[in-house]
């Protein structure tokens, strides 16, 4: 087995890290927040999902995004 066998979710987790460290780590309340379209569409790009049909965000994207938005962060 490799890890990404016995473990699937590494990738989801490192790519949901590394939007969060590329959107989130450097907010200072002081600076605009960035907009969870931004977020979720980054989301998606790292990990390949494609938006639906009708060109709207599929939920995946919507609720990672959501999962990784800091707590306190004001809403957008």
Known sequence: YTPRT????????RSMKA????HWAGLYPNHRQ??????????REKL???LLSDGAMP???IYLATA?????APRA
């Open 6 to 13: 016995l473990f699937p979710y590494t990738t989801l987790f």
């Open 59 to 61: 939920n995946k994207a």
């Open 48 to 50: 390949g999902i494609n």
């Open 34 to 43: 960035p907009k969870q379209a931004a977020i979720q569409k980054a989301i």
């Open 68 to 72: 990784i938005r800091p707590d306190g």
């Open 19 to 22: 939007v969060a460290t590329e």
